[in-house]
Each structure stands twice: as structure tokens, then as C-alpha cells.
């Protein structure tokens, strides 16, 4: 493992290796702070070169009801904002980069300058902002600025080209290209809107592109690792984590859908 | 920052995938308030379908209890659907078909804005779905089979609090997948940009009207105009065209639930900015910026933000924002009811409560004109359990009974 921990180092890195990055979610708290926390390390030590670290959100509009249970049992279970820190260094102490991924209304009560000095000081790598377009943040990216943190936000397959351009150009780290239509949750298939967004938005920028939404296994991480830079997966680590029974059990099948991911990655020549 | 600002309040804080659909939105809009064919469609559905003008009543019966100001009432319950929000709905249901759009989505509370959009879907030969939380659908059981009989689909939304707020996230969620057929059709001045602001021009009609209507039986602009607010909309609708009248108090009225020591729905008493929806505003949230559950005794007002143009209009002082308890909007409503015939819904009676405080303040000389956003129908099942009109074991709806040999049923096909 190279010291350098940057989000953009590590996608060089990959790329290096001729293969795209394995990004992983899972939302802080679920099954509980500590669980989660070590979910976490699994997944780093298992083969996920970048962790999001999901916050729990009362409003979590973005997703779709895997995740939206998830967060609830989390914020049932007495999760704060705060919590997310101990992720991000634990995540980073594992050797992997740690981005946050909020809903904007968490970062703004804590104050966006203090948050984002909070999370340099916690080994927060940056932020992915689901619900925050670049017309809004102009006190994020000074911010993000300020602390050298990463920055990342969404392209859609509606975006046009001009919406393509404003945002990949407030990005730094990666642009995340949602690869269809609608909440964050498994399909049987992620269609060619991906392949054209990723295209459209390569033609844009310079800055590596990852594609998130609806990817639950090592197929499908090989389809898109042929022209993604990095392969963003979700619901199917908080599904693996969801089941009944020991933690130890379902900490087992999250390292093994991991190892199915990695596979994954690899497997797709570019 | 984004247009669509109101002061510091507002903004477009929604994912990236949304904003082509705001900006077709934001242009269908503009297009369509300068278009003459557009204003004239609307005109004409107002007056031959809505019911508009809508009239206006003066109460003096109920005024006596006023401190004896004089109070007139603007009557949007007696529009088609027995609410202002009839006066949206069918201005967004024109622009859906303009923009070539064949679904609209909804989200509702009390279920005035879901029977509404239901209706304008029916009349325009468009599909809906209403989102509405579980603990609504029961609480308003009668809308419901009103949205139903109108053709829409009723999904009862069961995630979080089961309410309204989460009604809207489930219909976000729904646009986001839908967006290329489907409108969201809001019911309120909040969400992003441009919502606010079109769904005020589109209520904007309340207040003009009434304007006209109160000089003419007065002589003379109101003291001071009042209106409920849960999200606000009949109280934008109503306040805007007196914004540049200096000498007219604009008075908002929230829902003050069990009071400020317990459940409530008073944000500006009691909460911070922050953004929920697509919009920046005052929100009720707890030190981590999680959205904390409202509470009123009305469906409608049952909601932890607010609108922008409100914070806007509230920060700046040019309308006031005070609150009713369940117990004082209730007392309202049964006063309207014995001493006038008309039965508020219970929304409105938040204003009628705001206005008997504000008579006895101006005294006989004042004129309040108060905007009776809704009628009462709907709520009469909340109204007699809270009046206890039946014994505790009796339905309210009658056994149905009959000496008559002819009929049949148990009553309730009667209603």
C-alpha cells in the first residue's frame, strides 16, 4: 500500500494497474456504530480501494428502501453526525481513503467550515453531496478548498452537456456519474445510459469518472469497469449486512461479495 | 447561489438528475404567465370550473367575539374541491400538458391538494398518483375514497414518521425515476426553484380579488390580512398583491399544536434555517440537522418547514408570524360554525383564531380580512371526536337504520 491515501492518488493507481477503482457504501451506524465501523475494514481489508461513509438522514430522498431502512435502524439506534469521524479514520487507519457522503442539511447545521476542518482533522479524504449542485456550494468549495478536501458531486443521465461541464468542472477527486434514472437500490441490469453518461461526461473533464446505482455483483462491476474508472457499490454491501443472525456470519458474506467486486474490476480489460 | 432566491432563502438543493426538469419547468412557466392563450384557458377553467371569484362574506356575529373589528372573510372554501388549492393544481395541470407530460405526481397532507390534483387529472384526461402518509390515509379516510372515485392511485407512504414530509420524499423519489412523462405537481410554496414562486403567482388570483372586493364594500384597504401557514400557500396567495400596501399588516398564523412545551408546528418560534425539500427555509430540526417531527391537530399544517418567500417576508418584517393551539384553533372553528353557518376547515380556523387576538388589538375600528382557505367538510370526524358529538362507543356514522321496508344498506352509502 503507497502512502499517498488521496482519493485521486489511489484512482491513479488503479488506472496504473490497467483496472477501475472498487468504491464501497455503507451508511455509518447499521447495525450500530461499532458494527458499521468494522464493516468497513472488512470491506477495505477485502479489497475496496475507496469507502463511502454514508451519514443517516431522517429525509434520505436519494434512496431507495434497503438503504432507507438501514439508516433508519441507524438513527433509531441513537447515531449522530459525529459518529462518521471515528469511520473516517478508522477507514483511513485500514489504508483506504474516506469520503462522507451526506445529505446537505447535516453539513449545514454543523456549520460547512467547521465540518469540513472537522473532517481533515478526522482523516476525512472529502464529500460526496447527493442533494448539493455546484450552484449551491460556493461555501463547500472554499471550504473543501481551504482543508484540501475532495469534492464530489453528481451527473445524471439527464444532465446536458452545459450541466455536464458546470459540474465536473466544481469536482475534485472524481465526478460521479449516477448511472440511471431513479434511487439507489440493485438492478438486474445497469443499461447503456451508463456507458453514454460516462462518454458524455469524459468528454467534459480529465477528472476520473466512477458510476454508481444499481451494481450488486462482480458481473456486472466487469461490465462497467471497461470504461468506468472506478465502480461505485451500494445497497447490495448494506443487503449483506442486513440479515439475521451474528455479525461475524454477515461480516463474512459483505468480505465475500467484496472479493466478487474485486474480481470484478479486474476482470474488465480496458 | 442559484436564482429563485428570497433573500438568503430558497434555492434548488435537490440532486443533479432533477435539474433539467426545473429548468423546462422554469421556462413552460415564464412562457406560458406572458402567453394570452394560456391566461385566457386559465381564466376561463377558473370561471366555469373552479367557481371564481371566489366571494367574500362579512361575519359580524363572529366579529362581536373580535373585540367588535370588523372581519371578512374570503371565501376559497366555496371553490370546486373545497379549497384554494384547487386555484394551483389547474394552472400546473394546464403547464404538464403544455410541456407534453402525460402523469402527474402528488403529495398531500390533509388530502385537499390530493383530491385537487386527482380532479384537474380527471378534467384533463392525465394519470396520478398521490403519495400520502399512512397515518394521514386514516386520519382522512374520506379523501382518500375521493382521490379513488376520481380515477388517481393512493399510495399510503409507511417509511419514517408516515406523514406528510415523507409523502413528499417518497414523490421526489417517484419524480426522479419518472421525470421524462412525469410532472410533480406540489401543492405548496416550497420545494426548489421555481415552485415557490410559480405556485404563489398562481394563487396570487385570492389576493387580488379580494383587494377589489374589500374596497368596494368598505372604502378602504383592510388594517390587516390573515392566513394560516403550514407550507403557504393561501397565505402567499392572499398577502402578495398588499406587499406594497405599507399600511397593511400581513399576519401568518401557524399551527401551535399542544403549545411550544410540547408537539408543534410553529417554526418561527421555534427553529433555525436549514433545507429540507429542495429549499432552504426555517426548519424544526434536532442539533444534528435531522428533521424533527411536526404536530397539529390539522393535517395541513402538520409540517417542520415552511416556505421560503415566508422566512423572506418574516426576517425582512413585513408579515408577522404568530401561532394557535389546537385548543384556540378549535374554539374558532366551533365559533364560526354557531355563530355564521360556515364551517372552516380546520387550517383556516388557525387564521380565525389569529383574528379574534388581532380585534380585540384594533378595536371596532379595525378590518381584518381573513382568508377562509378551505371548508370544514373533511374534518368532521376529527371535530366530533374532539367535541365529543358521539358517545364513546357510537360510530358518527349513523347505524342506517329504517322503518322504511324499502331500504337497504347501513346508512354510510347515504353520505
Redesign the interface.
Known sequence: MSAELGVSDVLARCRAEGRAALIGYLPVGFPDVEGSIRAMVAMVESGVDIVEVGLP??????D?PVI?HAV?AA?EGGT??LDGFRATRAIRDAGAPALVMSY???????GVDRYAAELAAAGGAGLIT????P??A?EWIAASEREGLDRV????????PE?LSR?AEACRGFVYA?ST???TGERSSVGSSARDLVERTRSVTDLPVCVGLGVSNGDQAAELAQYADGVIVGTAFVRALSGDGELEARLDALRELTADLARGVREGAR | MTAGRFGAFGGRYVPEALIPALEQLDEARTTAMQDPTFLAELDHLHRTYTGRPSIITEVPRFAAHAGGARIILKREDLNHTGSHKINNVIAQALLTKRMGKSRVIAETGAGQHGVATATAAALMGLSCRVYMGKVDTERQALNVARMRMLGAEVVAVEHGSATLKDAINEALRDWVTNVEDTHYLIGTVTGPHPFPEMVRDFHRIIGVEAREQVLELTGRLPDAVVACVGGGSNAMGIFHRFIEDEGVRLLGVEAGGEGLEGRHAARFASAVPGVLHGAMSYLMQDEDGQTMESHSVSAGLDYPSVGPEHAFLRDSGRAEYVYATDDQAMEAFALLCRTEGIIPAIESAHALAGALVLGRELGPDGIILVNLSGRGDKDMHTAAEWFRLVDEDEEVVPSGESEDPRATGDGRAQL
Open positions: 438522514y431522517s429525509d434520505p430522498l436519494m431507495g432507507q433508519e438513527l449522530h453526525v446537505w442539511n447535516l453539513i449545514l447545521r454543523r447527493p442533494d448539493l449542485i450552484d449551491e460556493a458531486f453528481l451527473v445524471a443521465p439527464s444532465s446536458t450541466r459540474v449516477a434514472m431513479g434511487v
